[in-house]
Protein backbone atom coordinates (compact mmCIF):
# COMPACT_ATOMS: atom_id res chain seq x y z
CA UNK A 1 0.00 0.00 0.00
CA UNK A 2 1.60 3.41 -0.74
CA UNK A 3 2.41 4.91 2.33
CA UNK A 4 1.04 8.45 2.02
CA UNK A 5 -2.63 7.18 1.36
CA UNK A 6 -1.99 5.37 4.48
CA UNK A 7 -0.69 8.11 6.51
CA UNK A 8 -3.67 10.42 4.53
CA UNK A 9 -5.89 8.02 6.00
CA UNK A 10 -4.52 7.93 9.50
CA UNK A 11 -5.13 11.69 9.38
CA UNK A 12 -8.36 11.52 8.28
CA UNK A 13 -8.97 9.71 10.95
CA UNK A 14 -7.41 11.47 13.86
CA UNK A 15 -9.35 14.16 12.30
CA UNK A 16 -13.02 12.62 12.72
CA UNK A 17 -12.05 12.14 15.55
CA UNK A 18 -11.25 15.31 17.38
CA UNK A 19 -14.72 16.56 15.93
CA UNK A 20 -16.43 13.81 17.82
CA UNK A 21 -15.19 15.46 21.02
CA UNK A 22 -17.67 18.67 19.96
CA UNK A 23 -20.59 16.76 19.86
CA UNK A 24 -20.16 16.01 23.68
CA UNK A 25 -17.24 16.46 26.27
CA UNK A 26 -15.36 12.41 26.10
CA UNK A 27 -18.60 11.17 24.76
CA UNK A 28 -16.39 9.19 21.81
CA UNK A 29 -14.53 7.34 24.40
CA UNK A 30 -16.59 6.50 26.70
CA UNK A 31 -18.27 4.25 24.14
CA UNK A 32 -14.76 1.93 23.92
CA UNK A 33 -13.47 2.92 27.39
CA UNK A 34 -16.65 2.76 30.22
CA UNK A 35 -16.10 4.75 32.90
CA UNK A 36 -14.52 3.20 35.91
CA UNK A 37 -16.19 2.30 39.01
CA UNK A 38 -16.44 4.66 41.44
CA UNK A 39 -14.39 2.57 44.23
CA UNK A 40 -11.26 2.83 42.58
CA UNK A 41 -8.77 3.62 43.01
CA UNK A 42 -7.68 1.30 45.38
CA UNK A 43 -6.96 3.33 49.22
CA UNK A 44 -3.61 2.37 50.88
CA UNK A 45 -3.89 0.64 54.24
CA UNK A 46 -2.64 2.89 56.96
CA UNK A 47 -1.13 0.96 59.95
CA UNK A 48 -0.55 2.21 64.23
CA UNK A 49 3.46 2.83 63.44
CA UNK A 50 3.30 1.10 67.55
CA UNK A 51 6.29 -1.78 67.29
CA UNK A 52 3.89 -3.12 70.36
CA UNK A 53 1.71 -4.52 67.84
CA UNK A 54 3.89 -5.87 65.14
CA UNK A 55 4.71 -9.94 65.35
CA UNK A 56 7.32 -10.90 67.11
CA UNK A 57 10.21 -13.64 65.89
CA UNK A 58 8.36 -16.81 66.92
CA UNK A 59 5.22 -15.45 65.56
CA UNK A 60 6.57 -15.87 61.99
CA UNK A 61 7.70 -18.98 61.19
CA UNK A 62 7.14 -20.48 57.35
CA UNK A 63 6.08 -23.73 58.16
CA UNK A 64 3.13 -22.58 60.33
CA UNK A 65 1.86 -19.57 58.19
CA UNK A 66 2.11 -21.96 54.54
CA UNK A 67 -0.09 -24.26 56.64
CA UNK A 68 -2.52 -21.48 57.64
CA UNK A 69 -2.85 -19.81 53.72
CA UNK A 70 -2.94 -23.26 52.39
CA UNK A 71 -3.83 -23.20 48.61
CA UNK A 72 -3.99 -19.36 48.58
CA UNK A 73 -0.40 -19.19 48.58
CA UNK A 74 0.25 -17.39 44.73
CA UNK A 75 4.05 -17.71 44.04
CA UNK A 76 3.02 -15.53 40.88
CA UNK A 77 1.50 -12.54 43.25
CA UNK A 78 2.86 -13.30 46.59
CA UNK A 79 6.90 -13.46 48.22
CA UNK A 80 8.31 -14.32 51.64
CA UNK A 81 11.78 -12.93 50.62
CA UNK A 82 12.54 -9.57 48.58
CA UNK A 83 12.22 -10.17 45.14
CA UNK A 84 15.09 -9.07 42.75
CA UNK A 85 13.43 -7.21 40.58
CA UNK A 86 11.09 -5.06 41.95
CA UNK A 87 9.07 -4.19 38.31
CA UNK A 88 7.14 -7.04 36.80
CA UNK A 89 6.02 -7.03 33.65
CA UNK A 90 5.66 -4.20 31.06
CA UNK A 91 6.94 -1.23 33.54
CA UNK A 92 10.27 -1.29 31.39
CA UNK A 93 8.51 -1.58 28.36
CA UNK A 94 9.00 1.60 25.84
CA UNK A 95 5.34 3.51 24.64
CA UNK A 96 6.15 1.98 21.11
CA UNK A 97 6.22 -1.36 22.70
CA UNK A 98 3.36 -0.79 25.03
CA UNK A 99 1.24 0.25 22.31
CA UNK A 100 2.43 -3.10 20.04
CA UNK A 101 1.09 -5.20 22.71
CA UNK A 102 -2.68 -4.63 23.42
CA UNK A 103 -3.63 -7.90 25.21
CA UNK A 104 -7.02 -10.19 24.97
CA UNK A 105 -9.66 -9.80 22.63
CA UNK A 106 -10.13 -6.68 20.49
CA UNK A 107 -13.12 -4.00 22.02
CA UNK A 108 -16.46 -4.68 20.06
CA UNK A 109 -16.25 -1.20 20.07
CA UNK A 110 -13.36 -1.23 18.06
CA UNK A 111 -14.20 -4.03 15.62
CA UNK A 112 -17.48 -2.37 14.66
CA UNK A 113 -16.32 0.78 13.36
CA UNK A 114 -16.55 1.91 9.98
CA UNK A 115 -14.06 4.44 8.16
CA UNK A 116 -14.23 6.88 5.43
CA UNK A 117 -11.32 7.84 3.57
CA UNK A 118 -11.31 11.49 1.66
CA UNK A 119 -8.82 10.93 -1.12
CA UNK A 120 -10.88 12.69 -3.97
CA UNK A 121 -13.88 11.68 -3.50
CA UNK A 122 -15.39 9.96 -0.49
CA UNK A 123 -15.13 6.28 0.13
CA UNK A 124 -14.66 3.07 2.30
CA UNK A 125 -10.87 1.73 2.99
CA UNK A 126 -10.18 -1.70 1.88
CA UNK A 127 -10.18 -4.22 4.33
CA UNK A 128 -6.56 -3.91 5.08
CA UNK A 129 -6.82 -0.65 5.66
CA UNK A 130 -9.74 -0.96 7.64
CA UNK A 131 -8.03 -3.76 9.95
CA UNK A 132 -4.55 -1.42 10.34
CA UNK A 133 -7.15 1.42 11.32
CA UNK A 134 -8.38 -0.32 13.90
CA UNK A 135 -5.14 -2.43 14.88
CA UNK A 136 -3.85 1.54 15.14
CA UNK A 137 -7.20 3.09 17.43
CA UNK A 138 -6.90 -0.16 19.75
CA UNK A 139 -3.18 0.09 20.08
CA UNK A 140 -3.49 3.74 20.98
CA UNK A 141 -6.69 3.43 23.71
CA UNK A 142 -5.24 -0.02 24.85
CA UNK A 143 -4.60 0.70 29.14
CA UNK A 144 -2.16 -2.18 30.50
CA UNK A 145 -2.03 -2.68 34.17
CA UNK A 146 1.75 -2.12 35.15
CA UNK A 147 2.58 -4.60 37.89
CA UNK A 148 5.07 -3.91 40.91
CA UNK A 149 6.53 -5.97 43.96
CA UNK A 150 5.07 -3.83 47.29
CA UNK A 151 6.44 -4.47 50.72
CA UNK A 152 3.54 -4.56 52.92
CA UNK A 153 5.31 -4.77 55.92
CA UNK A 154 5.86 -7.29 58.85
CA UNK A 155 1.87 -7.56 59.89
CA UNK A 156 1.17 -9.14 56.57
CA UNK A 157 2.20 -13.00 55.45
CA UNK A 158 3.60 -13.11 52.90
CA UNK A 159 5.10 -9.64 53.37
CA UNK A 160 5.66 -9.08 49.29
CA UNK A 161 2.94 -8.96 46.93
CA UNK A 162 2.73 -7.74 43.23
CA UNK A 163 -0.08 -4.69 42.49
CA UNK A 164 -1.13 -3.32 39.83
CA UNK A 165 -1.71 0.59 38.56
CA UNK A 166 -2.34 2.21 35.39
CA UNK A 167 0.41 2.55 32.65
CA UNK A 168 0.30 6.76 32.31
CA UNK A 169 3.15 7.66 30.30
CA UNK A 170 0.83 9.09 27.56
CA UNK A 171 -2.82 9.79 27.03
CA UNK A 172 -4.82 7.17 25.31
CA UNK A 173 -7.16 9.44 22.99
CA UNK A 174 -6.87 11.13 19.76
CA UNK A 175 -6.82 14.02 20.30
CA UNK A 176 -4.82 13.74 23.68
CA UNK A 177 -6.54 14.40 26.96
CA UNK A 178 -7.73 11.17 28.40
CA UNK A 179 -5.80 8.93 30.87
CA UNK A 180 -5.82 5.36 31.31
CA UNK A 181 -8.07 5.07 35.29
CA UNK A 182 -8.71 1.70 37.55
CA UNK A 183 -11.62 -0.03 36.21
CA UNK A 184 -11.83 -3.28 37.39
CA UNK A 185 -10.06 -5.27 41.41
CA UNK A 186 -9.66 -8.28 41.95
CA UNK A 187 -8.68 -9.91 45.51
CA UNK A 188 -6.22 -12.74 46.80
CA UNK A 189 -6.07 -14.25 50.15
CA UNK A 190 -3.34 -12.93 52.46
CA UNK A 191 -2.86 -13.04 56.36
CA UNK A 192 -2.55 -10.20 58.42
CA UNK A 193 -1.07 -9.47 62.35
CA UNK A 194 -4.20 -8.03 64.23
CA UNK A 195 -3.79 -6.73 67.95
CA UNK A 196 -6.71 -6.87 70.12
CA UNK A 197 -7.22 -5.33 73.42
CA UNK A 198 -9.02 -7.84 75.79
CA UNK A 199 -9.41 -8.56 79.17
CA UNK A 200 -5.87 -9.73 80.65
CA UNK A 201 -4.31 -7.37 78.26
CA UNK A 202 -3.01 -7.57 74.06
CA UNK A 203 -4.19 -10.75 72.28
CA UNK A 204 -2.93 -10.98 68.66
CA UNK A 205 -3.36 -13.55 65.91
CA UNK A 206 -2.67 -13.91 62.31
CA UNK A 207 -5.97 -13.70 60.36
CA UNK A 208 -7.15 -13.92 56.32
CA UNK A 209 -7.79 -10.92 54.95
CA UNK A 210 -8.95 -10.15 51.71
CA UNK A 211 -6.66 -8.12 49.43
CA UNK A 212 -7.43 -5.94 46.58
CA UNK A 213 -5.33 -5.18 43.29
CA UNK A 214 -5.95 -3.06 40.16
CA UNK A 215 -6.77 -5.57 37.38
CA UNK A 216 -8.45 -3.47 34.89
CA UNK A 217 -7.78 0.00 33.21
CA UNK A 218 -9.76 1.98 31.05
CA UNK A 219 -9.40 5.07 28.94
CA UNK A 220 -11.40 8.14 30.56
CA UNK A 221 -11.53 11.58 31.08
CA UNK A 222 -8.81 13.19 33.52
CA UNK A 223 -11.98 15.02 35.80
Same mark, same amino acid.
Given at each position: ?5 ? /??? @? %? @?? +?? *? ?25 ? +? ?16 ? $????? #? ?5 ? /? ?15 ? $? ?14 ? @? ?5 ? @? ?15 ? #?? !? ?5 ? *??? /? =? ?5 ? &???? $????? #?????? *? =?? &?? !?? =? *? ?13 ? /? ?8 ? !?????? =? ?9 ? %? ?6 ? &?
Amino acid at each position: MDNSYY /FLA @M %S @ML +VL *SLGLRIEEGMCQHYYLLRPIPSDTLPI +VELKEDPDPVLDPKERDL $NETEL #RSTLGSH /FDPHFMSITPPEDKYSG $NEDLSDSEIRQKPSGA @MPKEIKA @MEFEIQHGKKHKPSKKL #RR !RLQLWLW *SYA /F =CPVVYTW &NDLG $NRFWP #RYVKVG *S =CY &NK !RS =C *SVPEGMVCKPAKSAH /FTILRWRCLQ !RKGGLK =CAWIPIQYPII %SECKCSCT &N
